[in-house]
């Protein structure tokens, strides 16, 4: 099993710039896909980027051309850069991994991230 710890949460104001990481415990070389969810209070968890271990990117719209999530294979670990935030960014950010055969999905404890306005 790979156990997945982000960490970079925190409190910033509107427009302002934070950097989530998820660490894995070991190689996440057979994880093919990697990502974060974010979850706000009262509302259900929403994707919010992807990356496939071929560097394949996806993005929610509400997020696209303010963040940018990339993957370090050598150090296990993922990003999600995080610019010109909203107060609308405010939820707990989930790392989540997927190995897509035999079908098996990771999680992380989640970390908070509160954009004031």
């Known amino acids: 099993q790979v156990r997945l710890v982000e960490s970079g949460g925190g409190l910033v104001q509107a427009g302002g710039s934070l950097t989530l990481s998820c660490a894995a415990s070991?190689?996440?070389?057979?994880?093919?896909?990697m990502g974060w969810y974010r979850q706000a209070p009262g509302q259900q968890r929403e994707l919010v980027a992807t990356?496939?271990?071929?560097?394949?990117?996806n993005y929610a719209d509400s997020v696209k051309g303010r963040f940018t999530i990339s993957r370090d294979t050598a150090k296990n670990t993922v990003y999600l850069q995080m610019n010109s935030l909203k107060p609308e960014d405010t939820a707990v950010y989930y790392c989540?991994?997927?190995?897509?055969?035999?079908?098996?999905?990771?999680w992380g404890q989640g970390t908070q991230v509160t954009v004031s306005s």
């Open positions: 989540w991994g997927a190995r897509r055969w035999p079908r098996y999905d990771y």
């Open positions: 070991r190689s996440i070389f057979e994880i093919n896909d």
């Open positions: 990356i496939t271990n071929g560097d394949s990117r």
